[in-house]
């Protein structure tokens, strides 16, 4: 007798044994909802199961025309020869004899055991199916809800070892089971993936977090999820990508027929069982004055004087976010912004990252990924632009002169913030799993990132506290709020806030560029970002040479150099118009196809010629100095460390250097120095890169 047979006779005995309930209570008919799992759906870590567990909250939101049963069993597996079978268990014979109209399955959790899924995971998908049937046996007519599984956190004492990787695998074959049983499926992930917080012990969803789980299942049995809703990106004003085919979405209740037109078409779309509608728009040429207008039966939403042209986003930290009011040439330039061919949608933090401690409310609010204030989009007028991103207005404004169509640009920079706050979880989860780990105090994080997130936290009242520079944070706060909007590129300024260790940076922008281009789905998504500038910090020499040579190992990104506008003293230079206008440089050559240089001279190689090295760039058109003195910063070695400078002269667009100190060079270095003075620059005055590299002997 095959296993699947013999649980369903199991099933079938056990209705038999103890008769069928009754679903008439007085004269009112309710719909029974059976709630079958681990200790989840017991409410195991809550202060009260009874009313603390998601069935519980479920029954009180669903009301008196339902009655949910809780038959969760802590500790059970979906295996039925794992170390616990639910199939073996009492709870499971309760849920049989309630023979519910609906059961929601959520099992899966327990079979990471070593002692389960290594030995057993053949058997999952039959002995799950297994169990559909043996609801299906207790009542045919039952409706199926399979769940995802609940994450497991970083901070689960297996996690790197086992579980992350076993507890993947698990959530295809629960996905594979729903394919299988034709069930619904519904996600247990989403929700609290973003919410480490809500799970203490890093697998068990407290009070708020079951609430999250029952609210999940409510809307996937009534179908309500709220009525029609679009993402926050789409308001009046709003600039959408030209040239691609665009995905308009949204949500709605279930069934519901959306209609969405724009311009001259006009399409239709069902909302799916998740309460998910998209439809699918040809590519639209740029222009302005648009409407988009969004409904189903009961509702129209409306977005006017809707744009299509360019879209980039503008993020990093705080040089991102530097004002054009701040900015150095900002009363020239502030009265002549007005442009209505520039749209702004300005994300800005509800608290400044300062060194004060925060109000409870706020880190409530944090929790809650909560921290940047609503916005919408916004026409470029003079008072707009003086209170966005310096960079960023110069970046679009040379964008739209060249194009002569709108840009809108998206700002969700954050001062202070590193490299990891930005990176999705689950990347870091595979990657770099041990920067999740005791957060703000591991040695992955600069110190006076920590201190100061710590300052802000000061209040918290929980453990978990989280914070924008936490890792993920300002993934899950402000990359995902915008929904997969279609957008050209991306131009970043960051660094300042992870230069303390060059080797982990290099990893976590790597992980950086394809987190974000995995999110989009672009893997040739264009990524321009600039160079740390000029600052008395040692380690910057190092820093800005690793940046150059990310930019030679990642495709699609330009790097712009900023030394030449760094102030000694202050590491917020004010000097911006250049840095926006070079990295629009980069857009203009890489994807727009014009004809300009994108970048002052990049170290192409270094070659012996008798006691000279003979250097080379790219970008070297008109190769010559800034200030009409003599080439400096040049230096070469025979032991490496052991620099001396070195004289320099320019010939045909090389240079060719020797030092009498050094008779046989073998490296080679420019610029290095924190604060440099270097002025190797090309025709069109833009400065070379910092460098340092080994010289190639004949």
């Known amino acids: 007798m095959s296993m699947t047979m013999y649980y369903l006779l199991m099933g079938l005995c056990f209705l038999f044994l103890a008769g069928l309930p009754s679903r008439v209570i007085g004269e009112e008919t309710k719909t029974k909802v059976a709630c079958i799992g681990n200790s989840i759906t017991y409410g195991l870590c809550t202060d009260n199961p009874e009313t603390d567990s998601y069935p519980a909250q479920l029954q009180e939101m669903l009301g008196d025309t339902y009655e949910v049963g809780k038959f969760g069993k802590s500790g059970s597996t979906l295996l039925n020869l794992g170390h616990r079978p639910y199939m073996q268990q009492e709870e499971f014979r309760q849920a049989m004899n309630f023979t519910g109209d609906i059961a929601v ?114 809307s996937a049995i009534t179908g309500d999820y709220g009525g029609l809703q679009l993402p926050m990106l789409y308001t009046d004003h709003m600039v959408l990508q030209r040239g691609i085919p665009l995905e ?148 679009g404004r040379m964008l739209q002169d060249s194009l002569q169509v709108p840009v809108g640009l998206i700002c969700n920079a954050v001062g202070g913030s590193p490299t990891e706050s930005w990176i999705d979880r689950s990347t870091l989860e595979h990657h770099l799993p041990g920067i999740l780990c005791n957060w703000p105090k591991n040695d992955y994080v600069q110190p006076w990132v920590g201190e100061r997130a710590l300052i802000n936290i000061k209040h918290r009242t929980h453990p978990l506290q989280r914070h924008p520079y936490d890792p993920c944070y300002l993934y899950e706060s402000g990359i995902l709020p915008l929904q997969h909007f279609r957008i050209k590129g991306v131009i970043w300024y960051q660094g300042e806030s992870n230069a303390h260790n060059v080797e982990l940076h290099e990893q976590l ?111 070297s058109q008109g190769l010559g100095i800034s200030d009409g003195l003599a080439p400096r910063c040049f230096e070469v070695a025979e032991i490496d460390g052991l620099y001396y400078p070195a004289q320099a002269v320019i010939k ?41 590299a080994e010289v190639l002997q004949p």
Request: net charge neutral; charged share 25%; glycine share 6%.
């Open 248 to 395: 308009i979405s949204g949500t709605d209740n279930v069934g519901r027929q959306v209609t969405v037109s724009l311009g001259k078409q006009k399409m239709q779309a069902i909302t799916d069982s998740n309460g998910r509608w998209s439809v699918r728009l040809k590519p639209l040429k740029a222009t302005t004055g648009l409407t988009l207008r969004i409904a189903d039966e009961e509702k129209e939403l409306t977005c006017r004087n809707v744009a299509v042209g360019e879209v980039w986003l503008c993020s990093g930290q705080s040089n991102m976010e530097f004002r054009l009011e701040q900015s150095l040439t900002a009363a020239e330039d502030i009265p002549q912004a007005d442009n209505d061919q520039i749209r702004f949608f300005d994300l800005k933090g509800r608290w400044p990252i300062n060194n004060r401690a925060w109000p409870v409310a706020a880190l409530d609010s944090v929790d809650r990924l909560k921290y940047y204030a609503d916005a919408h989009w916004q026409l470029c007028t003079s008072e707009q632009a003086a209170r966005f991103s310096a960079i960023g207005y110069y970046f």
């Open 652 to 692: 045909d667009g090389e240079v060719f250097l020797w030092s009498d100190q050094v008779s046989c060079p073998a490296y080679v270095r420019y610029g290095w120095q924190p604060f440099t003075r270097a002025n190797l620059v090309n025709e069109d005055g833009l400065p070379a890169s910092t460098f340092r």
């Open 509 to 619: 922008f790597t992980l950086l560029v394809n987190s974000w281009r995995t999110y989009w789905q672009q893997p040739e998504m264009p990524f321009y970002f600039v160079q740390l500038s000029s600052l008395n910090r040692p380690s910057w020499t190092w820093f800005r040479d690793s940046q150059r040579r990310l930019m030679q190992q990642l495709p699609h990104t330009g790097m712009v150099v900023s030394s030449d506008k760094g102030d000694s003293l202050n590491v917020h230079p004010r000097d911006k118009r250049p840095i926006g206008e070079r990295l629009a440089r980069w857009a203009l050559y890489c994807d727009y196809g014009y004809d300009v240089l994108p970048s002052g001279p990049l170290f192409h190689s270094a070659q012996l010629e008798g006691n000279r090295v003979h250097l080379r760039f790219d970008y």
């Open 105 to 218: 399955i959520h099992l899966g959790i327990n079979d990471t055991d070593p002692r389960n899924w290594p030995n057993y995971r053949d058997y999952f998908v039959r002995d799950y199916l297994a169990l559909i049937d043996s609801c299906r046996a207790a009542n045919p007519k039952v409706r199926i809800l399979v769940c995802r599984l609940t994450p497991i956190f970083d901070r689960h004492p297996r996690f790197e070892s086992s579980t992350r990787d076993w507890e993947n695998q698990i959530q295809v074959a629960v996905e594979n089971v729903a394919r299988a049983a034709g069930v619904q499926l519904i996600d247990f992930h989403e929700p609290l993936y973003a919410y480490p917080g809500l799970l203490p012990d890093a697998l068990h969803p407290n009070k708020e977090g079951l609430r999250r789980l029952a609210r999940t299942v409510y």
